[in-house]
Each structure stands twice: as structure tokens, then as C-alpha cells.
């Protein structure tokens, strides 16, 4: 299993420009997760998809969107970039249930210029 | 979520054991202990979780006290692999919409 993986790994924007971030999990999770991460601080939830066809808002959702027509992938899209959404962004999925860990993607470096 | 407490950083010998400690003194009865790191420039890696028993898997053991103040990571042998920044949470179940909520963590050295 590769687990979940992210593309890109890297990532230069100008101001303005659009782009989208793919994560693709092979574990059959029902649970899917998008977060960023900002220098010395921790994650932050943007959106979640709680199974196929679903999504919703987390902690930070402005500026972005996404989808999730697929189970296994879980797309994450900046229609217009801006400096302040430069950072590192990991998606995640879990199982259904209370308790069950998630299990991360090795992240997505994005510079907005 | 509780509110939790970790020291900022820790050096640890190789192949030593490696005791990183929590504090979550305002813990309610039904929320977990959970334990994750940080390699760096990697993504978030689960450890482990318990809710008032002691509990071991592969990777580490986690001790949790009577009045679950407070619990306690180990790392029965560290590696250089292992530094990383460990993060304690605590919550309730995870119900879909929850998010993980990392504070500072542990940031700790395995020095051989």
C-alpha cells in the first residue's frame, strides 16, 4: 500500500494564479482531510470529506475549495492564490469510527509569490 | 479539548530509553490521550492512544496516571530515526468533523 500521497511536493505561484492539490489515499478510508501548516505552529483543518460526493468546512476554509467525487482522492483547489496562503499542506484519511487514527501524506509546499 | 502541557524540548541517548511527559490536569472522563510526531519536513505519524489503561504497541508504551492528569510517552529504546516533534492530544472521540488540535509538542533529539 502506498498509504496516502500528495501531489505535488512543490509548488511557486505568482499572486492571483489558480491551482489545485491532489491526495489520494488507497486504504478505502471514508474520511479525508485537508490542513495547513504555517512555520512553527501547528495544523489547522480547512476542509473534510466525511465520505464520497460529501465535504465541509473546517477551522479555515476561506480561500479555498473542494472536492471529492472519487473515495480514494481528495482535491483541494485555490482559485486565486494569495501570499498568506503560503505553506505546507497535508492531507489525511481515517477510517470510520470514534477512534481511529488518521494517517498522513508527506506534504505539499506552496509559495505564493 | 483539554488543554494540554508539554516541555518545549528533550536530548535522549541512543538506545536509551526516552520518558516524554504531558500534563492535561483538566482532562474530562471521556476524552483520549493520543500521541503524535513530526519528523521533520514529514507529515503527522500516529503513536499511540489510551483512555485510562496503560497502553503498548510497536512503537512506544503510554503510561497514563490514576487521576489522568497526566500521562507519560516512552520510547523503550530511541534511534536516531526518532527525533522528531511529539505531540500530546487530548479529545473526545473523534467524530468525523474533529480535527486534531497540535499545540508546541516535544521537540526531542536522539543523540548517539
Not at chain 2, 516524554?20 to 503527522?44: F, K
Given at each position: 500500500?502506498?498509504?496516502?500521497?500528495?501531489?505535488?511536493?512543490?509548488?511557486v505561484?505568482?499572486?492571483?494564479?489558480?491551482?489545485?492539490?491532489?491526495?489520494?489515499?488507497?486504504?478505502?478510508?471514508?474520511?479525508?482531510?485537508?490542513?495547513?501548516?504555517?512555520?512553527?505552529?501547528?495544523?489547522?483543518?480547512?476542509?473534510?470529506?466525511?465520505?464520497?460526493?460529501?465535504?465541509?468546512k473546517?477551522?479555515?476554509?476561506?480561500?479555498?475549495?473542494?472536492?471529492?467525487?472519487?473515495?480514494?482522492?481528495?482535491?483541494?483547489?485555490?482559485?486565486?492564490?494569495?501570499?498568506?496562503?503560503?505553506?505546507?499542506?497535508?492531507?489525511?484519511s481515517?477510517?470510520?469510527?470514534?477512534?481511529?487514527?488518521?494517517?498522513?501524506?508527506?506534504g505539499?509546499?506552496?509559495?505564493?509569490? | 479539548?483539554?488543554?494540554?502541557?508539554?516541555?518545549?524540548?528533550?536530548?535522549?541517548?541512543?538506545?536509551?530509553?526516552?520518558?516524554?511527559?504531558?500534563?492535561?490536569?483538566?482532562?474530562?472522563?471521556?476524552?483520549?490521550?493520543?500521541?503524535?510526531?513530526?519528523i521533520?519536513?514529514?507529515?503527522?505519524?500516529?503513536?499511540?492512544?489510551?483512555?485510562?489503561?496503560?497502553?503498548?504497541?510497536?512503537?512506544?508504551?503510554?503510561?497514563?496516571?490514576?487521576?489522568?492528569?497526566?500521562?507519560?510517552?516512552?520510547?523503550?529504546?530511541?534511534?536516531?530515526?526518532?527525533?522528531?516533534?511529539?505531540?500530546?492530544i487530548?479529545?473526545?472521540?473523534?467524530?468525523?468533523?474533529?480535527?486534531?488540535?497540535?499545540?508546541?509538542?516535544?521537540?526531542?533529539?536522539?543523540?548517539?
Amino acid at each position: 500500500n502506498a498509504g496516502v500521497t500528495q501531489t505535488p511536493k512543490f509548488r511557486v505561484l505568482k499572486t492571483g494564479q489558480s491551482m489545485t492539490l491532489l491526495c489520494a489515499q488507497d486504504m478505502n478510508h471514508e474520511y479525508m482531510y485537508w490542513y495547513r501548516q504555517d512555520p512553527g505552529m501547528g495544523l489547522r483543518l480547512i476542509h473534510y470529506s466525511v465520505g464520497e460526493g460529501t465535504t465541509a468546512k473546517g477551522e479555515v476554509p476561506d480561500g479555498y475549495n473542494v472536492s471529492r467525487l472519487k473515495k480514494q482522492n481528495f482535491l483541494l483547489g485555490l482559485e486565486s492564490a494569495a501570499p498568506s496562503q503560503t505553506s505546507v499542506y497535508f492531507c489525511a484519511s481515517r477510517e470510520a469510527g470514534d477512534y481511529n487514527e488518521q494517517f498522513f501524506g508527506p506534504g505539499t509546499r506552496l509559495t505564493v509569490l | 479539548d483539554a488543554k494540554t502541557t508539554q516541555p518545549p524540548s528533550m536530548d535522549c541517548a541512543e538506545g536509551r530509553a526516552a520518558n516524554l511527559p504531558c500534563n492535561h490536569s483538566t482532562i474530562s472522563g471521556n476524552e483520549y490521550v493520543y500521541w503524535y510526531r513530526q519528523i521533520h519536513s514529514q507529515g503527522p505519524q500516529y503513536i499511540i492512544h489510551g483512555l485510562k489503561n496503560n497502553e503498548t504497541n510497536e512503537m512506544a508504551s503510554l503510561i497514563i496516571t490514576e487521576d489522568r492528569k497526566s500521562s507519560t510517552l516512552i520510547l523503550p529504546h530511541a534511534t536516531l530515526r526518532d527525533t522528531a516533534v511529539y505531540y500530546c492530544i487530548v479529545r473526545v472521540a473523534l467524530a468525523a468533523g474533529n480535527k486534531l488540535t497540535f499545540g508546541g509538542g516535544t521537540r526531542v533529539l536522539v543523540k548517539p
